[in-house]
Nanobody
Framework: QVQLVESGGGLVQPGGSLRLSCAAS????????MGWYRQAPGKPRELVAT???????NFADSVKGRFTISRDNAKNTVYLQMNSLKTEDTAVYYC????????????WGQGTQVTVSS
């Protein structure tokens, strides 16, 4: 089993910044991709950003130019730096890890609340 523990959420004013962290632990024996998803009240969960083991990134159009994703493979940790936050970024943010080899097992964190409000 793999455990994902997120941290760094909170309340921030519009235009502010937050940095989320997600540390993976447990039975990690292969390469894997990591990412962040979010879910606002009444809306489906959506992709925010992903990063492969080799560092290739992908972002939702709504966060391009404002968010960056990075990872420290030695620490099995992924980070999401969120700048120029908007009220519409308010959501629960979930960390995701997907093994890159069959059967592509997927794991989720418990979620961390990000609230952007004045």
């Amino acid at each position: 089993q793999v455990q994902l523990v997120e941290s760094g959420g909170g309340l921030v004013q519009p235009g502010g910044s937050l940095r989320l962290s997600c540390a993976a632990s447990g039975r990690i024996f292969s390469i894997y991709n990591m990412g962040w998803y979010r879910q606002a009240p009444g809306k489906p969960r959506e992709l925010v950003a992903t990063i492969t083991n080799g560092g290739r990134t992908n972002f939702a159009d709504s966060v391009k130019g404002r968010f960056t994703i990075s990872r420290d493979n030695a620490k099995n940790t992924v980070y999401l730096q969120m700048n120029s936050l908007k009220t519409e970024d308010t959501a629960v943010y979930y960390c995701n890890l997907v093994m890159s080899v069959p059967p592509y097992v997927e794991y989720w964190g418990q979620g961390t609340q990000v609230t952007v409000s004045s």
